[in-house]
C-alpha cells in the first residue's frame, strides 16, 4: 500500500523557517520524482517545488525560490522542504506527491503529473 506522509507543519513567525518531511512506503522511492504542493483556504493547489529520482535536478516556483530548498534521502525513503525567511502568504497546507517521470521539466510543475499524495501538513506563518 502506497503512502506518503508529512509531517512538520505548524505555526512559524514571518522570517522564520520550518522544515517538513515527507516519508514514503509502498513504493520504489528512489525511481519517483517527488513534489511539493500548497493550498491555501479558498486556492487551487500551488506548486511549490519538485526534485527529481536522482536528488540531482530541482525546480522552485518564483514565489520560493531562494527560500525554500527541497532535498531526499532515497536510503531512507523521505523527502524534506527546508523553508526559510517565511511570510504570512506562504501559509497552507503543504503536500508532497510522487510522480513517475524520469526529467522534472516540462511537467513537474503539474498536480496531474502525480501519480501518488500524501495528505498534507498545515503552515501557518503569523506576521
Known amino acids: 500500500q502506497v503512502r506518503l506522509v508529512e509531517s512538520g507543519g505548524g505555526l512559524a513567525q514571518a522570517g522564520g523557517s520550518l522544515r517538513l518531511s515527507c516519508a514514503a512506503t509502498?513504493?520504489?522511492?528512489?525511481?519517483?520524482?517527488m513534489g511539493w504542493f500548497r493550498q491555501a483556504p479558498g486556492k487551487e493547489r500551488q506548486f511549490v517545488g519538485v526534485?527529481?529520482?536522482?536528488?540531482?535536478?530541482?525546480w522552485y516556483a518564483d514565489s520560493v525560490k531562494g527560500r525554500f530548498t527541497i532535498s531526499r534521502d532515497n536510503a531512507k525513503s523521505t523527502v524534506d522542504l527546508q523553508m526559510n525567511r517565511l511570510s504570512p502568504e506562504d501559509s497552507a497546507d503543504y503536500y508532497c506527491?510522487?510522480?513517475?517521470?524520469?526529467?522534472?521539466?516540462?511537467?513537474?510543475?503539474?498536480?496531474?503529473?502525480?501519480?501518488?499524495w500524501g495528505q498534507g501538513t498545515r503552515v501557518t506563518v503569523s506576521s
Open positions: 506527491a510522487a510522480a513517475a517521470l524520469a526529467k522534472i521539466r516540462p511537467r513537474g510543475d503539474a498536480s496531474g503529473t502525480y501519480d501518488y
Open positions: 526534485i527529481d529520482y536522482t536528488g540531482g535536478d530541482t
Open positions: 509502498g513504493f520504489t522511492f528512489s525511481d519517483y520524482t
